[in-house]
């Protein structure tokens, strides 16, 4: 039976000799590197020497644009970090460790030369308000991980998107509800072009220990999709149908083939002769 570690994909990060790294937090083993290739500089978030989140931009643009540009690289990286942080560590004490750890590499990052963000410190200020502490039950780390995603937000992003034998398992963190989820789906098309399509979601608690409850659903939605499998029969090899019909024009007989798209109703097609080419209104019923 698979878990949902079997869809979380990690995998060490190859850096090159000239990186350079901006900020480091040994406690967690995360850092923020920065490197330079064919004229982009990518700042890639790293926690324990597996790239959590990346983002990059031209070197080459007009100088007002580069200003902003370094900033939203920088912290759309980081807001990506924080989401796979989130979505994918599965132990809870780990993953607020890690957490707290990238807070602290943000802070960091915003004393540097370049990359000071009002927006980003005005949000911060605002994740200690009442709104924010009772979101998160009083959780500074997660209201302040929040601040900067609010500010940098990387819509649609989901850190895990993974298909393992005909399952695909994807998951979202909702900030604004404190909450994770995860979306189970199966998919499937016979030769005819007739399919379906199951899915099964659910959400839990940030700050939860998931991982149980996961693979709980994971075994049901796995049951679901067998019991499915033996309920549709196999498909069979069958031949496309087809229609006899004789040329209006040089009485000749021909047989062909119907389309897939008018195999299913009624329909009168126009046919062209192969012999001498005129057209011919040939009608089918299934």
């Known amino acids: 039976m698979y878990s949902i570690t079997d869809f979380i994909k990690n995998a060490d990060f190859l850096l090159p000799s000239d990186h350079e ?21 990518t700042y ?3 926690v324990e020497g597996q790239s959590y989140g990346l983002s990059s931009y031209d070197l080459e643009q007009q100088e007002r644009f580069l200003d902003e540009n370094r900033k939203t690289s920088m912290y759309s990286a980081i807001s990506r970090a924080l989401c796979k942080v989130m979505a994918t560590i599965t132990d809870s004490k780990k993953r607020i460790a890690v957490l707290q750890g990238i807070n602290a590499l943000t802070t960091k990052i915003q004393q540097l030369e ?4 009002p927006r980003l410190e005005a949000a911060q200020k605002d994740a200690k308000g009442d709104e924010a502490m009772a979101l998160f039950e009083g959780n500074t780390v997660f209201a302040t991980a929040e601040a900067c995603y609010l500010t940098y937000p990387t819509f649609n992003y989901t850190p895990i998107s993974d298909t393992v034998d005909g399952i695909k398992v994807e998951n979202v963190v909702q900030w604004g ?34 991982e149980a409850h996961v693979n709980a659903e994971l075994r049901k939605f796995h049951a679901v999709v067998a019991l499915l499998k033996e309920d549709t029969p196999a498909q069979k090899q069958s031949k496309a149908p087809v229609v006899g019909w004789t040329c209006s024009g040089c009485n000749r007989n021909h047989v062909a083939t119907v389309p897939r798209t008018h195999r299913y109703t009624s329909q009168t097609m126009n046919i062209a002769c192969p012999a001498c080419g005129k057209i011919n209104e040939v009608d089918y019923k299934p």
């Not at 967690?28 to 290739?37: F, G, S």
């Not at 370049?114 to 963000?117: A, K, L």
């Not at 199966?186 to 379906?196: K, T, V, W, Y």
């Open 44 to 46: 890639v978030v790293l």
């Open 177 to 210: 509800r404190a909450n994770l989820k995860f979306v189970m789906s199966h998919e499937e098309e016979n030769q005819d072009g007739l399919g379906q399509k199951i899915q099964r979601w659910f959400t839990a608690r940030l700050d939860a220990d998931w």
């Open 114 to 117: 370049g990359f000071h963000c």
């Open 21 to 41: 790294v901006l900020a480091s937090d040994p406690l967690t083993d995360a850092a923020i590197v920065q490197l330079d290739r064919d004229k982009r500089r």
